[in-house]
């Protein structure tokens, strides 16, 4: 049982390009979620989707987009990279009921550094 | 809104003392609080949760916390720590396990552990 799946694990981008960050979970789980987490500030919520077709901003979208096609995929889209936007990444999944309820399954984390 | 605060950057304890990392908490309904651990270059893990019940909780590696509603804290404790419990703690904090509600994280506290 793989869990949550992110890729690639580090980018170095150009300021101005553009990329797609990849999650993937074999849990069956509705719920994921994209979080970027800055030294000293914890995590941020980028954006969420509570099933496939249905997606909503966080605390941090801007920059960003998201789609989520199946049940599985969540990937995190940066248009238009920028500075700010170096961080790590992490996307998480959680089931929507049942005894780990509540409890958020986390990837390994995708590092970006926008130059 | 919900929040969560992590008052210490660092704790540092030698090992086998007992070790507490504290968290307090806002909400506006009913809490229900985690406590993740995240060791270098890895994902969150989950430790433990309060939902509802017993006030003291137990989770993995021998941690367990105490919820206070009246102090409105969460704090995280083990009886006797390991050098291998050093690691990034983040308490996090929503106000409803069972819907798309969001986890909001606290800022984590870095725990050192020494011989």
């Known amino acids: 049982n793989a869990g949550v799946t992110q890729t690639p694990k580090f980018r170095i981008l150009k300021i101005g390009q553009s990329m797609t960050l990849q999650c993937t979970q074999d849990?069956?789980?509705?719920?994921m979620y994209w979080y970027r987490q800055d030294p000293g500030m914890g995590l941020k919520l980028i954006y969420y989707?509570?099933?496939?077709?249905?997606?909503d901003k966080g605390e941090v979208p801007n920059g960003y987009n998201v789609s989520r096609s199946t049940t599985e995929d969540f990937p995190l889209r940066l248009e238009l990279a920028a500075p700010s936007q170096t961080s790590v990444y992490f996307c998480?999944?959680?089931?929507?009921?049942?005894?780990?309820?509540?409890?958020?399954?986390f990837g390994e984390g995708s590092r970006l550094t926008v130059l | 809104a919900q929040s969560v605060a992590q008052p210490e950057d660092q704790v540092n304890v030698a090992e086998g003392n007992p070790l507490t990392v504290k968290c307090t908490y806002s909400?506006?309904?009913?809490?229900?609080l985690f406590w993740y651990v995240q060791y270098p270059n890895r994902g969150l893990q989950f430790l433990l949760k309060?939902?509802?019940?017993?006030?003291l909780v137990k989770g993995s590696y021998g941690f367990e916390a105490e919820f206070n509603k009246s102090q409105t804290s969460f704090h995280l404790k083990k009886p006797s720590a390991l050098v291998s419990d050093s690691a990034l703690y983040f308490c996090?904090?929503?106000?409803?396990?069972?819907?798309?509600?969001?986890?909001?994280f606290g800022t984590g506290t870095r725990l050192q552990v020494t011989l």
């Open positions: 998480a999944s959680r089931p929507g009921a049942g005894g780990r309820s509540g409890e958020l399954f």
């Open positions: 849990m069956n789980h509705n719920y």
């Open positions: 989707s509570v099933g496939a077709g249905i997606t």
């Open positions: 909400v506006s309904g009913n809490p229900y």
């Open positions: 309060y939902i509802t019940g017993d006030n």
């Open positions: 996090a904090v929503r106000d409803d396990p069972g819907t798309a509600s969001k986890l909001t």
